[in-house]
């Protein structure tokens, strides 16, 4: 099966502490790939270890074949990966649409001449990009807050818009950091279903969460990260029965369940 | 030749430890609040013009000069009671202290010179006239060392109340983040009034001593010194008060030795030029690490 | 007053209120995506000297003087941006001042900007609607940009970097044309400035200066364009109308800047507010 993102043998310190400890773990093409672990395991350092916010002290990533070690962050971005983040980070005195087209930039391949002349590519790739704009909003639910700011929304509401924006880039890889936490059942099982028929149109995703239904009911396999260490790694099922996972979250909590 | 050396270096530390004092308390501000406070230039003019009014009540200058540097003390206190405690309610981004604090150095720039009038005046104090110490061939004017004494003494006493004072240690801890601080329960609104007042001190004490020294001040007197201050801090590193007073001291001699050896237009050229370079070479300054607050 | 006889007195008040219309514009280009840059006045001094020199000294005629001035500033501001705007926050506003500094003493040491004396009998060429016209230029530039990639880019980038760059945008670059084309607005605005003032001296472009241009930008606000201009106009008049006040007019402008800091920290026109007004109607 053809593997969209390899990391390899990750380590992360902070100041000696070890964030993440020679993580390893894969994300097959068109596959919901979940990422779950206590509070502070590290699993929101991956993700800015794979955008490239940081720099690994060892290991590898491997996208697409390509190694994404000291490429900037935008220019990882273009090559096919968005995000979301757990603590949000919408423009939040932009309106809802702005937000969502400003993450069409490196799509929209006018020229600054063709700006100030105002010519015709220029108005069709913007009225293009508006457009899809309304449709993504449509999709996430949001289409009748189009005009407002997003610093406006409610919580459940600006989550919608972070993934919104994030599939804005026309990704291949989408991360997903903690997309439902403070939601409600019905927002829940919104954006479950929108998870699925992203995986239908091929997207590949990389989900944190810890809700625990929503994940087991969404994930194609999953990796359970427990300080900074890989301690299991398989289908919903098997991690679910997998003593050392019940250890860790015992150890720390239980489980939050939807 | 090596008196007239001597005789440079003596001004040239004179005139580096008032900029130190005038940029350790800017950066004390920096340091702790996170704000770059421009009315620093503007409480420097006014503790000139406050030891001016005071001295020509005819007070002894023992009584005026402190009350002078207590004044200024209060506006830098009222500044940041009514202006700066606000902005840091509203949590407004960086620039809004910077563009209020321009403000205030304009209102006070404006009294000053609708008060006090707009040409250069100076202190009526005759005692320092001329008089002057011999040390062999070397003649060491009474008001130079009277100003490096203070000037020296000032930063002692700030840097023991800074390193070895329970007071110190909390603004330690409110430097690395005022939030933890909060947390330890430490007072940092209080510590914040009490950092505006000793900063507004400081530049309060600068500003009598260039009075002193060039015996003449004048409403615009703040603006050039804040160059000045911004360079010594920044070639000292934002928020690094030793760094401040390094700067400081770099910024006079560096100055005294162009005029010296090069010309006296360049002077300000130089500390600019290597303000410059120093921005994008190191922008942590050149002495010390950057002092990275964790917000 | 007939018409003649106030355009005699007010002529060199009104252009000035286009020119530095132009000003707050070129600095609320930067601000707009979150950049203190200080160094627009010092900008609009390269631009003034240069073409006003080029009138003078080389008496080239005055199109090609005003090229050259924006030409001047643009290219100073490309070489100097791509360092500095590596800097950011206080650091970026400390560096552009340091840079305004260098500016206004090399201006003040050179023998062909005439020293601290600056430049005298320069030819008065500039006519109104030529400001005017400069003046609308920048407008409709600028409001293009807005509603392009690139707007929303630099609004995006003052409101998070860190996001903007995640979602694919490569800020270095929209950054320095931010500043370059401030730059060549202040460029352009010096050189209008430079031939209806008749002199310039190094002491034109220097801190205060600066800090006024601020000023207009931040009261009038920098949500939008109408925002500048409000700020340039009322900033330019101030001292005219204030002129009873003699020498505590400054005070009023520093009052003005502490007042809308506190209280309308967004500007005087401010649409999400008047957005706020009908909503509520
Ligand atoms: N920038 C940073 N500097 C220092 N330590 C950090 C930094 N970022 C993360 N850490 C530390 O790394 C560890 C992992 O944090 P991370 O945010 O990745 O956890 P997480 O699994 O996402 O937790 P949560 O479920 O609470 O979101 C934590 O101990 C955290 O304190
Ligand atoms: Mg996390």
Sequence with gaps: MPELLNLAGLTLEFGGVKALNQVSLNVHAGHIEGLIGPNGAGKTSLFNLITGLYRPNQGEILFKGDSLLGIPPQHIAQRGIARTFQNIRLFPEMTLIDNVMVAMHSHLSYRFMDVLLRSKPFRQAELQARERASALLDRVGLSQHSGSLAGTLSYGNQRKLEIARALAMQPQLLLLDEPVAGMNPTEKNDIQALIRSLRAEHLSVLLIEHDMRFVMELCDALTVLDFGRVIAQGSPQAIQENPAVIAAYLGEETPRAG | MATMLAQQLLNALSLGSIYALFALGFTLVFGILGVINLSHGGLFMLGAYAALFFLEAHWPAWIALPTAILVTGLIGLLIDLLILKRLRRQQAPHLMPMIATIGTTILMTSLAQGLFGAESRHFPLSFFDNASLTLGSLTLPYAQVVIILIAFGTMIVMGWLLKKTRLGIALQAIAESPRAAALLGIPVERLFHLTSFLAAILGGIAGILVGLSFNAISPFMGQPMLHKGIAAIILGGLGDMRGAVLGGLFLGFAEVLAVTYLSSEYRDAFSFGLLFLVLLWRPQGLFGATHVRSA | ?281
């Excluded at chain 3, 206080?90 to 005439?114: C, K, P, Q, S, W």
């Design chain 3, 1 to 281: 007053m007939n018409w003649v006889d106030w355009w005699a007195t007010y002529s060199t008040l009104v252009l000035s209120v286009g020119v530095y219309g132009m000003m707050a514009l070129s600095i609320s280009l930067t601000l707009s995506c979150g950049l203190l840059a200080l160094a627009n006045a010092a900008f609009m001094g390269i631009g003034a000297y240069v073409s006003a020199i080029a009138t003078t000294t080389f008496e080239l005629p005055f199109y090609p003087a005003l090229l050259l001035g924006t030409l001047g500033s643009t290219l100073v501001a490309l070489l100097i941006g791509l360092p500095v705007l590596r800097l950011s926050g206080v650091y970026l506003a400390m560096a552009t001042l340091g840079f305004g500094e260098v500016v206004r003493i090399i201006l003040l040491n050179l023998d062909i900007t005439g020293g601290p004396l600056g430049l005298n009998g320069i030819p008065l060429l500039t006519q109104w609607w030529q400001v005017l016209l400069a003046l609308l230029s920048t407008v409709i530039v600028l409001q293009c940009l807005r509603v392009s990639r690139i707007g929303r880019a630099f609004e995006a980038i003052r409101e998070d970097e860190t996001a903007a760059r995640l979602m694919g945008i490569s800020t270095h670059p929209l950054k320095l044309l931010a500043f370059v084309m401030g730059a060549s607005i202040a460029g352009l605005a010096g050189g209008l400035n430079a031939h209806y003032t008749f002199t310039l001296s190094p002491g034109n472009f220097g801190f205060e200066n600066a800090v006024d241009i601020l000023t207009m930008a931040v009261l009038g606000g920098i949500r939008g364009l109408p925002g500048p201009l409000l700020g340039g106009a009322i900033i330019t008049l101030l001292p005219e109308v204030l002129r009873d006040l003699q020498e505590y007019r400054m005070a009023a402008n520093g009052l003005i800047l502490i007042l809308v800091v506190l209280f309308l920290p967004q500007g005087l026109w401010d649409s999400q507010r008047f957005r706020g007004w009908f909503k509520r109607a």
